[in-house]
């Protein structure tokens, strides 16, 4: 069989080699965004005089046949074809003959695989951050139905302060929104046209750029050949943002597994999200959300793989570079799916009121505000750190939550403002009075919530 590429060879590749070097048993699903690319290209060839109004006709007319084939999986695919472009230009040529032979005008695989991927990615970003937004819905519907359930706080895995539920599911909104913000910014720098870069260099042919801009929907052409055939930047950036979204989704996933554990018994996870053990009957086990810490992983070194294929390639087309799509492709499919699966296992969890109050009453969660209470009363800081510390040793020693302490106790402790006991101090008054702008108490959380709708809305 004769390559596309073929006339300087005289010889065919081995089938090992055509094997090891072949790129089409994956990336053919670029074949809808390579089509898109072909219909533009042709229709400013034909408007810049460069083929004909006939020739240009007959290509797309073709390119609507193809695009069927590859459709209904009427395309037979050969390692010796290479790539998903070169399948299409074959059988294209195939349907309409000597017309296809114009296809290739003024364009290589080179800026046609930049353009698309580029086109491929802006539907993949475009995909990721509405999964995203389903999760913020998710997590500002849970905000909103857990309100008023309290639950301790965590610094260190111990027990720092006291907290909502809806300050708890806000605080994970704003790392995902911060996620949308980085898909969103990356759709910017795909906003430019790498078709017309061809192998390198620009072409000697009069085309016109702008016009392959205008009906691919971007904003401008690229600036540089060289650089737009040798860049990846934008893959990585994906690739990063999606690594960081999946460590996002991984520490809330963590927090699910040990909130979930007998240990903790903060939370139910929804059996359908679960599974069982086949030898022990009892288990009831996390396994989604493991999955997805797990998956973070995956999606960490599918970004360190294509930062290590570009270190130290030279400007400007590698062969190496084939290696971006399989890394691209899993991760959009690892990203995508994981946002989908834990947005529905969060809507059907539900805190244990009952555990948590239980769990509230250890680990002196009220010390911070008898502290700041001293405050107000004209004692230093780090002096009322101090008196609150040993009222807390003092409780250990006695065996006594701040609940149990009264008067005297306070008197043997020296205390500095005369109190009947600690009753200020409940744990409801410790999330009302936490006020200041981005806390846990229940207007700044309301608030919250109203400024997520507003992104969300917006």
């Known amino acids: 069989m004769k390559n596309l590429w073929g006339g300087r060879f005289s010889k065919t590749m081995e089938n090992y080699t055509a094997d090891y070097n072949e790129s089409i048993s994956f990336d053919n699903i670029l074949y809808k965004h390579s089509i898109m690319g072909s219909r533009a290209h042709v229709k400013m060839l034909a408007k810049q005089k460069i083929i004909s109004d006939q020739v240009c006709q007959e290509i797309l007319r073709g390119l609507s046949i193809v695009e069927k084939k590859l459709e209904n999986n009427q395309v037979e695919f050969n390692i010796l074809d290479e790539d998903i472009m070169m399948i299409i230009e074959k059988e294209l040529t195939k349907e309409i003959g000597e017309a296809g032979k114009y296809l290739h005008t003024a364009r290589s695989r080179n800026d046609q695989n930049a353009l698309d991927e580029t086109l491929f990615l802006k539907d993949a970003v475009n995909n990721s951050i509405n999964h995203l937004m389903d999760l913020l819905k998710v997590l500002v519907k849970k905000a909103e139905e857990e309100f008023h359930v309290i639950m301790p706080g965590f610094t260190h895995l111990q027990h720092a302060q006291p907290i909502t539920a809806g300050f708890y599911y806000m605080a994970h909104f704003q790392g995902f929104r911060r996620n949308v913000e980085r898909f969103r910014e990356l759709l910017k720098r795909l906003d430019k046209n790498p078709l017309g870069a061809c192998a390198m260099a620009g072409t000697t042919l009069p085309i016109d750029r702008f016009i392959t801009t205008d009906l691919l929907g971007f904003s401008v052409p690229t600036e540089n050949a060289l650089d737009t055939v040798g860049s990846r930047d934008n893959i990585a950036e994906y690739l990063f943002n999606a690594a960081l979204c999946m460590t996002h989704l991984s520490g809330f996933a963590e927090e699910i597994i040990v909130f979930n554990s007998q240990e903790f018994n903060f939370i139910t996870i929804d059996d359908s999200f679960c599974t069982g053990s086949s030898i022990m009957p009892q ?17 960490i070194g599918n970004l360190v793989t294509l930062l290590t294929v570009l270190k130290g390639t030279f400007l400007t087309l590698n062969k190496d570079y084939q290696e971006d799509k399989e890394s691209l492709f899993d991760t959009i499919h690892t990203l995508d799916r994981s946002l989908f699966v834990f947005a529905r296992m969060l809507e059907n969890i539900k805190f244990n009121e009952d555990v948590l109050r239980d769990h509230l009453q250890k680990g002196f969660i009220e010390a911070t505000d008898i502290a700041e209470y001293l405050v107000k009363h004209d004692i230093p800081f780090r002096e009322a750190h101090e008196i609150v510390g040993k009222l807390v040793k003092y409780c250990e020693l006695n065996s006594k939550t701040f609940k149990d302490v009264n008067k005297k106790d306070l008197e ?12 200020r101090f409940s744990i409801e008054n410790c999330i009302k009075n936490r006020k200041s702008y981005g806390g846990t108490s229940y207007d ?4 919250q919530i109203n ?7 917006e």
């Open 283 to 299: 288990k009831k086990n996390p396994d989604i959300a493991e999955l997805v810490r797990g998956k973070a992983g995956r999606t």
């Open 412 to 423: 043997a402790l020296d205390f500095p403002v005369e109190l009947e006991d600690l009753s």
């Open 444 to 447: 700044e959380v309301r608030r």
């Open 451 to 457: 400024n997520a709708k507003k992104f969300i809305s």
